[in-house]
T-cell receptor
Framework: GESVGLHLPTLSVQEGDNSIINCAYSNSASDYFIWYKQESGKGPQFIIDIRSNMDKRQGQRVTVLLNKTVKHLSLQIAATQPGDSAVYFCAEIPNQAGTALIFGKGTTLSVSS | EPEVTQTPSHQVTQMGQEVILRCVPISNHLYFYWYRQILGQKVEFLVSFYNNEISEKSEIFDDQFSVERPDGSNFTLKIRSTKLEDSAMYFC????????????FGQGTRLTVV
């Protein structure tokens, strides 16, 4: 069945380090993969997406990599800041005729200064 | 900056009671969603709504759930007879269009069923 999951439930880094958050997915037919950030007490917030026909996309301080061969998605955060501390979820849109997001379990990123 | 607003922020209800969770999506958005998040777990899709009808729903969204857009601005989720396991954070979200992956989420309503 379709599922999106993350490799590690927690990640602790020092301020200024680069962070890499990983996600494995199982639905090869998904058209979009997306990263969301959820700060404590708030709803998820869009970070960046990548279409299935791409393998890399860059944003401001973030890069998403998609490896369709091994069904792996990663989010790289450059120069991690304390404000990046949050739970990060990968998500996919498995229904090409739909718009519903299917989320993975989340990685808690803790940034210490 | 436009945002999705949800009310109330916290609702406590007796098991078996009906609850209505309210949302005001971003005004020019066309697709509306409800998601839920049980404490410490992942966000789960419940239902999507477009053009005044349900476009997708998950297995969670059974006959106890219903959605409505009663006017031009509000979008509601009704749970007819709440169960203890309905206790969760409920998030409303909206997107501009069908191929837009950037969903805007509200702050959520924490529903506690006792």
């Amino acid at each position: 069945g379709e599922s999106v999951g993350l490799h590690l439930p927690t990640l602790s880094v020092q301020e200024g380090d680069n962070s890499i958050i990983n996600c494995a997915y199982s639905n090869s037919a998904s058209d979009y993969f997306i990263w969301y950030k959820q700060e404590s007490g708030k709803g998820p917030q869009f970070i960046i997406d990548i279409r299935s026909n791409m393998d890399k996309r860059q944003g401001q301080r973030v890069t998403v990599l998609l490896n369709k061969t091994v069904k792996h998605l990663s989010l790289q955060i450059a120069a991690t800041q304390p404000g990046d501390s949050a739970v990060y979820f990968c998500a996919e849109i498995p229904n090409q005729a739909g718009t519903a997001l299917i989320f993975g379990k989340g990685t808690t990123l803790s940034v210490s200064s | 900056e436009p945002e999705v607003t949800q009310t109330p922020s916290h609702q406590v209800t007796q098991m078996g009671q009906e609850v209505i969770l309210r949302c005001v999506p971003i005004s020019n958005h066309l697709y509306f969603y409800w998601y839920r998040q049980i404490l410490g777990q992942k966000v789960e899709f419940l239902v999507s709504f477009y053009n005044n009808e349900i476009s997708e729903k998950s297995e969670i969204f059974d006959d106890q759930f219903s959605v409505e857009r009663p006017d031009g601005s509000n979008f509601t989720l009704k749970i007819r007879s709440t169960k203890l396991e309905d206790s969760a954070m409920y998030f409303c979200a909206s997107t501009l269009g069908p191929s837009n992956t950037e969903a805007f989420f509200g702050q959520g309503t924490r529903l506690t069923v006792v």
